[in-house]
């Protein structure tokens, strides 16, 4: 493990990396799942906070196996051995979201024990790796230290928040901490320490398949709203049915379309020490697109008469995370880029429009699937704006990297 070449030509993901990721469909769906059911009881403060919290558990835990990998991935024996305990702790994490979300919501104890039990898990397996690379790649120790320490010591005190019967906002108090840690151990690792030798295009493919996996959400929601109509109603096959599945798939390729207009290997390749805000922004975006195919599971939950939300929460269920994605890439672009671009400007004022419309139509009482119809429109104005002209501003941004 002497570092793989960040310059390597044809480097892309591996059928490793890529059963990795199968378990964060599992953790993405049991978290999106758990949301969806949250909100469709009411609780939705505590829904959102819980989200929000197994997101960052789900999104980090998938970085920082990525990131080791694009440095020091050797597919040998021991390093595939260490991915499948990988494996294993990302699903012990996934078992225990359920229970993180009621103990939320209950207000009393966190119960995120099993939680911290899958993080260990993972842990073991990511220090072996890293100490793998300490002792066969003596040029980068510092680094690698850095990493094991952060890695320790945020562990350690993850396990005392789990064995401490703390409230839950003295726990999310307490957590700030470790999280604080879990953050700046890699840019001190990267920025201080001499660094890994990460491959651009090859992160940047891995981050784009984790956008694919969560863009899976809005697929299962469309699924689950249309189910509802054509297997849970006597209409059947109506014309809501056809819209809903036309504003779900719409929606979802169109956060598609969007994420991967932006060439963003070629972005991450020219400058390299942008990499953190590149690479902790995407933890905002993938919680986002995930959220938004909550928002159609809870639709599917309102058609079925299962829901506390009326139509127009229902509707602002899904157009909440869809402002949110769309606002999360144009921020994320152009923070990277270090421009303030007026023409996206007015792009986001007419996605907000869109949006906007949308809630009004649910509360003049227009019928949910004409309403999701128009929050699938929203991507399709940035959609047509780079088509026809934001394309040559792309290529004015670049030129000033």
Same mark, same amino acid.
């Given at each position: 493990m002497t570092g793989r070449d960040p310059h390597e030509e044809h480097r892309a993901a591996t059928p490793l990396e890529l059963l990795f990721d199968l378990t964060f469909v599992v953790a993405?769906?049991?978290?999106?799942?758990?949301?969806?059911?949250?909100?469709?009881?009411?609780?939705?403060?505590?829904?959102?906070?819980?989200?929000?919290?197994a997101s960052f558990a789900i999104c980090w835990a998938w970085i920082n196996y990525s990131w080791m990998a694009s440095a020091y991935d050797t597919d040998d024996w021991a390093f595939r051995l260490l991915t499948m305990v990988q494996m294993v702790g990302v699903i012990i994490l996934a078992?225990?979201?359920?229970?993180?979300?009621?103990?939320?919501?209950?207000?009393?104890?966190?119960?995120n024990e099993v939680v911290i039990a899958g993080y260990m898990v993972m842990r073991v397996a990511l220090c072996?790796?890293?100490?793998?690379?300490?002792?066969?790649?003596p040029g980068r120790r510092r680094a690698h230290q850095a990493y094991l320490v952060a890695i320790l010591t945020a562990q350690v005190l993850w396990c005392i928040i789990a064995i401490l019967p703390l409230d839950v906002p003295t726990a999310f108090v307490a957590m700030l901490v470790p999280m604080v840690i879990e953050l700046a151990g890699p840019y001190l690792a990267e920025?201080?320490?001499?660094?890994?030798?990460?491959?651009?295009?090859?992160i940047a493919e891995r981050y784009g398949l984790l956008t694919i996996i969560t863009l899976g959400e809005g697929v299962i929601g469309t699924v689950a709203v249309v189910s509802a109509i054509i297997h849970d109603t006597e209409v059947g096959w109506s014309l809501d049915a056809i819209l809903l599945l036309t504003a779900g798939v719409g929606l979802t390729f169109g956060q598609w379309w969007t994420y991967f207009t932006i060439p963003w290997a070629e972005v991450l390749h020219r400058r390299r020490d942008r990499s953190f805000l590149w690479g902790y922004g995407h933890i905002l975006l993938f919680a986002a697109i995930a959220a938004t195919g909550s928002g159609l599971h809870v639709a599917a939950y309102y058609l079925e008469h299962h829901s506390e939300l009326g139509e127009v929460a229902t509707v602002a269920s899904v157009t909440i995370p869809v402002a949110a994605y769309a606002l999360l890439l144009y921020v994320l672009y152009n923070s990277f880029m270090h421009v303030i671009d007026p023409f996206h400007v007015l792009l986001v004022?007419?996605?907000? !429009? &869109?949006?906007? =419309?949308?809630?009004?139509?649910?509360?003049?009482?227009?019928?949910?699937?004409?309403?999701?119809? !128009? &929050?699938?429109? =929203?991507?399709v104005v940035t959609i047509v704006g780079y088509e026809a002209v934001g394309h040559r501003h792309l290529v004015s941004h670049f030129e000033r990297l």
């Open positions: 993405f769906g049991v978290s999106g799942d758990e949301l969806a059911h949250q909100l469709a009881e009411g609780h939705v403060a505590a829904g959102i906070v819980a989200f929000c919290f078992l225990g979201l359920p229970e993180l979300f009621e103990s939320i919501h209950e207000g009393e104890r966190l119960h072996g790796q890293w100490l793998r690379a300490w002792r066969q790649d920025r201080r320490f001499g660094g890994t030798p990460w491959h651009a295009h090859h004022g007419l996605t907000a !429009v &869109v949006l906007v =419309a949308s809630v009004v139509m649910a509360v003049a009482g227009v019928p949910m699937a004409w309403c999701l119809i !128009v &929050v699938a429109l =929203a991507p």
